[in-house]
Structure formats: C-alpha cells, structure tokens
C-alpha cells in the first residue's frame, strides 16, 4: 500500500477542473520555482497537510460516488506536481470505481516514465504550459521548458489525445506579452492541440 504527501483535498468542486462535480486531490512536491506560485504550500516542509494511504483515500473519495456518476466527474489530481506520484496515483486508480473520470493537472515537466505509467489511466490532461518561450520560462519557472515540449509532443502522438488535452496559457504579468501567449498558442496549434484556456494571472497587490 503506498503513501503520499498531500496539501489539500478539495470536494464538490463543479466544472473546475474537469466536467461534472470533482474532488481535488493537490499532492506535495513540484520541480518547478514559479515566481507566482498559486499553491507554494507544496514546496514547504511544513506545507503538507497529512500523509495519506491509497486505501485511506479511496475510502474518503468514494463517498462522492453517486456526485460523480451522475455528473460525469470523478478525480482531479492537482500539486505541486501530480505526476511524480505515478505510482500512487496508478495504485488509487484501481481501488475505485472505473466508471470516474480521472484528470490531472500537471506542468509536464517530469520524467517520461510517469507519463508512460499514467497514459492508461487519465481521461483528461490539463497542462499548464506557462510560456512555450524557453527564454520567458526560464525566468519564471526556474527550469528548461525542452522537456516539457518533448512530452506534450509524445501525448500528442497518441490517437485521440488531441481532444483529452487542454493547454493552460496563463498572461503572466512582468514576464510575457500577449504576443507571447499567441505565439505559444500558434506554437501549441502546429503541434495539434486544439483545447486552450488562457487567462490572466490576478497578482496581490504586494506583489
């Protein structure tokens, strides 16, 4: 039985993070260093709401049941970074019901054996592409973006991948334009994605 860090578990959560009625599971840990991190908890020793076993979570999902067949929902795996917990998540998936959609939400900038691991098991990826710009992810996230196009190309080379996938393009103040937003979205396009969510990052004002 495997065990994971958690920083929250949000439920009845409707048309958010995939269709229907959800229950949001946000796991500790990211490999990325975004400036604006929305959920900087999950970089924290102390940010780790509880220890949770794949049994202990299939008990407290599946008492959304009835929400999430009759909506069309189920699980959404969020962070930090949900893919690095491939393994868990693989464990969960066949522990509750089949009948769940199972979404991720996720920065792609992980090894490609978790997503190997997860293909089979997740209905629809929500990928926070930041900026396809390696020079403007790099300043915002810390990190090289080369991996993440590399993986998105190989999910997109999956038959019927194009319509599981929604790619998040975020117009992040003091780091890219909206010429830079289109030109990750001409960039995503040619590649074959054809769901977007763009949007605004909303800052504090002590930002």
């Not at 940010?47 to 699980?75: H, I, K, P, S, W």
């Not at 998540?89 to 769940?100: A, G, M, P």
Request: charged letters at 20%; aromatic letters at 8%.
């Amino acid at each position: 039985m495997l065990q994971a860090p958690v920083i929250g578990i949000s439920r009845h959560r409707l048309s958010v993070d995939g269709e229907g009625v959800t229950t949001l599971v946000a796991f500790h840990g990211c490999p990325l260093r975004c400036r604006y991190c929305l959920n900087a908890q999950c970089l924290r020793p102390d940010g780790v709401l509880r220890e949770v076993t794949t049994d202990e979570l299939a008990e407290e999902l599946a008492v959304d049941n009835l929400y999430f067949l009759a909506t069309g929902g189920g699980v959404t795996f969020g962070g930090g970074e949900p893919c690095l917990r491939s393994a868990f998540i693989e464990e969960l998936v066949s522990l509750i019901d089949s009948r769940w959609c199972i979404n991720i939400e996720t920065s792609l900038n992980v090894d490609r054996r978790h997503l190997e691991r997860l293909l089979p098991l997740v209905h629809q990826w929500i990928v926070d592409i930041k900026d396809v710009n390696p020079i403007i992810y790099l300043q915002y996230t810390g990190q090289d973006n080369a991996l993440v196009i590399d993986n998105l190309s190989w999910l997109l080379s999956h038959n019927g991948m194009a319509d599981r996938l929604t790619i998040r393009l975020p117009h992040i103040p003091n780091h890219n334009t909206d010429a830079d937003v289109q030109a990750s979205r001409f960039r995503m396009e040619e590649m074959g994605v054809r769901h977007f969510d763009e949007f605004d990052y909303i800052l504090p004002k002590n930002t």
